[in-house]
Structure formats: structure tokens, C-alpha cells
């Protein structure tokens, strides 16, 4: 189960990474239920190129008592988000993981995401918009202006994202984005882990 060969996105869902990421959170946590946002952007900075505005959206978007906190849950998701990044996995990130993901998005319990709401899980993933339009566009001949302006149920979303993460993944590229250009430390997810 904690083989070398295994990617970060598997050893994270190994139930000794598990174990690993709860002791560090909870240890983060100082004795407390959620991490704080002070941990929170202290944790971003060492693991992405994002400045403190941006990771304050993100800390938001994840947020479900928005409290400025994050509970396990969400942390884990963050986490797993990330170290499937790394692992060149989101694909399988979206599949284990993308109904939590689009609940989360919708502002938990809505049926259907604006094209703002679609967005920000590229956001999340360092994806500029801009990219992400030209590959749903590139694949489903859709037309940009139409996409930004109809509001998109799960299965668009699933359909769109499974598409532009599979390139991301296979290419490690959307366009002109690059998974290694937003990553600045994904050792922080192998400590978080191990």
C-alpha cells in the first residue's frame, strides 16, 4: 500500500496518507476543528505561485461556513486537488472526487453553475479562463459567447472538465497553461502525506 512507485495522488488516498494529512492538519489546527486563514495562505504560498488575493478566492470558494476556515473535509479536498495535479491524475481527482467538487461549486445545492462558478474550478487548478473556453470551444464547437452567458448542469461540467483535464493530465499543458508553472512546491503535499 505505501509502494515508491505509487504517485502522490494514490499515496494521499492510501489510508497511511490519510492518516499522515490528518495528524498535519489537526497539528496546524492547534487543537481546533478548522484551519484558520492564516494557515491557510501561509499553506498556499508554499504550494502554488498565487498571491494572497487569489488565495483568498480559493479559501472562499472552499469555505462552507465562511468563516475563513477550512474544515478537514475541505482540506482534504484541497490536498487531494492538488497532489492529483502534481500526479498528473485530475482526471481521476474529477472522478472520485467531482461530485463533492461541483456540490462545492454550486454553493452547496443548487442545480446548475453560472459560467463564474464553471470558471473557478480552473481557477482553482491555475487554469487562465481564457484557455478553458478555447478548449471547450476546440473540442465541443461550442460557441465561447454562448458558453459564458447559459447556465451549465452537472453533466456539461463533468463532460467539459473530464475533456480539458484529460489534456492537462496527458499533455500536462491546456493551451498555453502548464500544471509545472503553478505548482512552486509539491513536496509541501509529500510532507503533508508522509
Known amino acids: ?9 494514490d499515496r494521499l488516498h492510501a489510508k497511511a496518507g490519510q492518516r499522515n494529512a490528518w495528524k498535519w492538519f489537526k ?3 492547534e487543537g481546533g476543528t478548522a484551519m484558520d486563514e492564516n494557515g491557510l495562505i501561509i499553506f498556499f504560498r508554499q504550494l502554488t505561485r498565487r498571491n494572497d488575493y487569489e488565495i483568498l478566492d480559493i479559501i472562499d470558494i472552499f469555505d462552507d461556513k465562511y468563516e475563513g476556515t477550512l474544515s478537514w473535509e475541505s482540506f482534504f479536498l484541497v490536498l487531494a486537488l492538488y497532489a492529483s ?3 498528473r491524475q485530475t482526471v481521476k481527482f474529477l472522478y472520485n472526487h467531482g461530485k463533492d467538487m461541483y456540490y462545492i461549486l454550486t454553493g452547496h445545492g443548487t442545480s446548475e453553475l453560472d459560467f463564474q462558478r464553471f470558471a473557478s474550478f480552473a481557477f482553482i487548478l491555475g487554469i ?3 484557455d478553458l473556453v478555447q478548449s471547450i470551444v476546440n473540442d465541443f464547437k461550442v460557441n465561447g459567447d454562448r458558453l459564458r452567458e447559459q447556465p451549465i448542469n452537472s453533466d456539461d461540467f463533468f463532460v467539459y472538465y473530464f475533456s480539458t ?4 493530465d496527458d499533455y500536462g499543458t491546456v493551451l498555453q ?9 509539491s513536496a509541501l503535499c509529500v510532507c503533508t502525506i508522509s
Open 165 to 168: 483535464l484529460r489534456k492537462l
Open 1 to 9: 500500500e505505501d509502494d515508491i512507485t505509487m504517485t502522490l495522488y
Open 27 to 29: 497539528q496546524k489546527c
Open 177 to 185: 497553461y502548464s500544471a509545472q508553472d503553478f505548482l512552486k512546491n
Open 85 to 87: 495535479l502534481a500526479s
Open 128 to 130: 487562465p479562463e481564457e
